[in-house]
């Protein structure tokens, strides 16, 4: 292969072809994946049913970092990039090569060749030729690919530089990942980039006039089911490793992480790495929680890995324990771990962390049951009260970095107050009964113990409160009034299974008696009114309501009540410009000032002006480091703004990019965890 500023032009031309198989009507080739771009005078061309482009920043930082990699290594070291699936065709005398699959690839090529064509077209004459024999025809007003006619004016635009005025403000993935690509490539890495390029390889496959196009190209994405995030992290890990190496991780690390997770080492990783992290990571699609490993844990020599893959393999023995809870000896943190799993694993990540410092003896007994009580009080309050609990424990996490008394004031912040817990119990549907009623009545083995209703959800005719006036003689008002409380603290309690049996669907009169036969003091108390009215279910609903906060208790730390807001650094990074993406904030909450601030553009602009006048060399660091968006030239057409006579804010970043530089310049001036966002009702539906 050629170095930087010198291609071969066989190679070129040809494709550098090297293996070919053939059919009848299939031609696969293994070949030189720029020679292949640049060959002869044929079209690239998407056809009209393809998707749009979607590639984002993410993948386009991805595939920057592969090609500087392969640029920097030895000669013999090539970049494997899949497959491409085409077919010829023959439009106006012209050669056309129609793409079946490849179009993300490609496209994102070009526009990183463009990127690189305009950065020294007015600087190196013989690469920036060699680049535009990439890029267009001989006539230099073509381009060689030429994507689905939707938007394939935008794209010639980018390619050719051919901005107007009116192209500044436009929001497309062609403009987002060319800016990106201009930012983080200066004059001097343009030829390391090339190099890197012309190292790229894959496997051309050219269907014939009688191939079957639509056949052939589900063969290839369905050869089975796609990796899951936990397979990529296997083979990431492994990779680059000899087999004897290979052998030892797998044995010593991976098997017994797999044997303590199960069929949870999904959840398993995405937990594990929002404690590791601090931060949200995705579930649904983008291979969100391989992404984040990856980014938590770079290439690594093989000390290194041993060293990672301990705690790896450390943190699945805890994630085993608060899976299966019997499986812990103390059987005072066996039951409160029980607890815990009441409400699901969207909380592991924070217990994860206080479990192994338990058992590796540097959080004692009393302070991890402290932690897991105060975790079951927010959950439980936040429930009550009709507040969900997603994405509230990446913030923990980061609290808890900074030690106890910060997580405990990060805890209260989020906990609904006693008034709030007492209003929505006095009238709302209790959640989680059967584990409510066993605290309040200090049941030690609710094995045998049943859920039962006083006044019944669906009562009979016959049904009496007080043993005169059966449930038909009830006004339609009455009864109402009665079942908006059913479901009620005070209308639960539970009973052990031979007295259930009992009490099933019988009047208040019946029942009374068998509640009083009840070893439960909280169930017991069901029998004490003479009648069982609304009145006498609110009141019992106010005494055991004393009990509820006695036994899940807020943290007497100072703090408001943020449950509206969300921290700057859980706020959603969307993909591209979703529809509403204008109206997804009501407000932001900026160090105690309100800002009017609506979407995630307006949100970035304001935010980088603010910094730059009162912490510059926080967005300085922040931007150097980052390649952007700072800059002291407005070095390609786009939407830019001005700082000050000598640097400016590029404004043509996609929606996910900006927010993520949001929240990393925050983190770099210190000021994150004084910024909020509070989502509009659009937002909820985006």
Known sequence: MAGANGGTADAIEQGDERTVTSAANVDAT?????????????????????????????????????????????????????????????????????????????????????????????????????????????????????????????????????????????????????????SQVGLDEVPRIWRGLQKLEHVSITLGMDANAQQIFES???????????????????????????????????????????????????????????????????????EAFRHE?????????????????????????????????????????????????????????GYRDHARGALPKDELIALLEVVQSLLLRRTVVGIPNERIVARLCRARMEGPVELLRAIARITPSDERV???????????????????????????????????????????????????????????????LAQTLGNLVLLEAPLAERAFAESYPAVRSVFARSGIAATRDAATPEAWSTTAISERTSRLTDRFVEVWVRPAIDGIDDDGLTPILDAVRRRGWPRGWHREFEYTEYRGEHWEVHDVKALFNRVFKRLWADSRADVETFSARRGGPIYEAQSWNGHWDSLDETHFLYMGWDSKYMLTAVQGVLEEAGLAAEVFVKYSYIAAHM
């Not at 209790?430 to 039962?452: K, M, S």
């Open 30 to 182: 293994a070949v030189n994946t720029i020679g292949w771009l640049a060959a002869g005078r044929r079209t690239i061309v998407v056809p009209v049913y393809q998707r749009q482009y979607r590639w984002d920043i993410g993948g386009c930082e991805q595939l920057l970092a592969d090609i500087r990699a392969v640029g920097d290594s030895d000669d013999s070291h090539t970049h494997f990039i899949g497959s491409i699936l085409s077919t010829e065709s023959a439009a106006s005398g012209a050669s056309e090569l129609v793409l079946i699959d490849g179009q993300q690839r490609i496209t994102t090529l070009m526009l990183l060749i463009a990127a690189l064509h305009h950065t020294v077209r007015d600087h190196d004459a013989r690469l920036a030729e060699e680049l535009a024999r990439v890029l267009v025809h001989d006539d230099a007003t073509r381009t060689k690919l030429r994507p689905h006619r939707e938007w394939g004016d935008i794209f010639r635009s980018v390619v050719l530089d051919l901005h107007d005025d009116a192209d500044a403000l436009r929001d497309s993935r062609f403009d987002d990942n060319y800016a990106f690509f201009r």
């Open 220 to 290: 290839l994405n369905s050869t089975g089911a796609p990796l899951r995030d936990h397979e990529l992290i296997h083979n990431y890990v492994l990779m680059g490793l000899s087999h004897a190496e290979q052998s030892e991780i797998e044995d010593e690390y991976w098997l017994p992480i797999e044997r303590n997770t199960g069929d949870a080492i999904g959840p398993f990783w995405r937990h594990y790495l929002v404690m590791k992290t601090g931060r949200e990571v995705a579930v649904a699609g983008e291979h969100g929680v391989y």
């Open 297 to 353: 844990f770079p290439r690594l020599d093989l000390a290194r890995l041993r060293e990672h893959a301990a705690e790896w393999r450390e943190y699945s023995e805890a994630y085993r324990i608060l899976s299966d809870p019997s499986q812990e000896a103390d059987g005072e943190v066996s039951r409160q771990l029980g607890w815990v799993n009441t409400f699901g694993r969207g909380i592991y990540p924070l217990v994860m962390r």
């Open 422 to 484: 007492r209003m929505a119990l006095k009238y709302g549907e209790l959640p989680h009964p059967a584990y409510i009623l066993e605290r309040l009545g200090d049941v030690t083995d609710a094995t045998d113990l049943e859920l039962a209703y006083v006044l019944p959800l669906a009562p009979g005719d016959t049904w009496t409160a007080d043993g005169a006036r059966p449930w038909s003689d009830y006004t339609e008002d009455e009864q109402n009034s009665h079942r908006a």
